[in-house]
């Protein structure tokens, strides 16, 4: 669907992509996940055709970008970072003046205004003026701009920065019909629970290079971060804890009324421990899994936070 190779980019002395390359498939929600200023807008204009790389090509369905721009933008719709819409106008009418700048007329325009209106949940605000509207719902008109002529791949900067929980769930659930209905996206956040939750595979990126990529379950195999299963006890036996961790060899920490067990598979060795337990008639007050997420393999990477 999408191929882009070696990219690069840079501003002055600032060097904002350093060789990135990376392939979406049909159907795949692809998330680009890094902190403020790692690069992220960067691809995603250069992928959209809105500036040109210093160097490396993008293709689309095999044609390069840069020797079909319009036939490419025909293809793709992109949701800016920044709100694109007049304030002064309704989100009908902003749909509209977008609908027939890509080209649609007459009914077949209002109908599509109308379902998306529906999809986004402000039918009903419809007539209302932009400039009446809260942060959330303007993201979502903002969304809808890109859908209005059924595009084939959709690029996302950054879709709920600064938006309300319930306008952000919202967002979530039109992104995830239109990933279950097939259609491609590249998804660019800071967020690693939106990565985590919407995305296919992620790349992870930083200072304008992608560190890693893969599913997250990919991810968490690759790095060197394990997971935790830690049970509670209600007045154990020490004799028992003590034969409990000499079975399980180095791989138990054993605190005064609970056990600590690093793995690479807690859902393989969670039963085994417990039917341990259950055996060493240890009665266990409470289990809990720390899972080696997003932001703990960031870490790994790069040695710093991924909101800092």
């Not at 997250?216 to 028992?240: C, H």
Request: hydrophobic share 35%.
């Amino acid at each position: 669907m999408l191929k882009a190779s070696k990219l690069s980019k840079s501003y002055k002395d600032v060097k904002a992509l350093s060789g990135i390359s990376l392939e979406i498939k049909k159907g795949e929600l692809y998330g680009l996940l890094g902190p403020n200023g790692a690069g992220k807008s960067t691809c995603i204009n250069i992928l959209s055709s809105l500036i040109k790389p210093d160097s490396g090509d993008v293709y689309f369905d095999g044609k390069l970008l840069s020797e079909n721009r319009k036939t490419c933008r025909q293809i793709l719709g992109v949701v800016p970072q920044e709100i694109a819409l007049y304030e002064d106008l309704t989100a009908a009418e902003n749909l509209l003046f977008w609908g027939k700048l890509y080209g649609i007329k007459g009914k077949a325009l209002e109908a599509k205004i109308d379902e998306i209106l529906h999809m986004l949940g402000l039918y009903d605000r419809r007539k209302h003026k932009v400039k009446t509207y809260s942060g959330g719902m303007k993201r979502r008109i903002n969304i809808g701009a890109a859908l209005l002529h059924d595009p084939e791949i959709v690029f996302m900067d950054e879709p709920t920065v600064g938006i309300d929980p319930q306008s952000r769930n919202l967002i979530f659930e039109v992104i995830e019909q239109l990933h279950s209905d097939g259609l491609s996206m590249i998804y660019t956040t800071h967020y690693m629970e939106e990565a985590e939750r919407l995305c296919d595979r992620i790349g992870i990126i930083d200072e304008g290079k992608i560190l890693r990529e893969g599913t997250l379950a990919e991810l968490r195999k690759a790095s060197s971060i394990k997971e935790e299963i830690s049970l509670d006890f209600s007045n154990p036996e020490k004799n028992e804890l003590l034969n409990l961790k000499k079975k399980h060899e180095n791989n138990l920490i054993l605190n005064e009324h609970e056990l600590i067990l690093s793995t690479n598979q807690s859902d393989v060795d969670l039963p085994i421990l417990i039917q341990d337990c259950l055996a060493s008639q240890l009665k266990i007050e409470n289990i809990s899994i720390s899972n080696v997420n997003l932001e703990s393999i960031f870490l790994e990477l790069t040695g710093k936070s991924l909101r800092d």
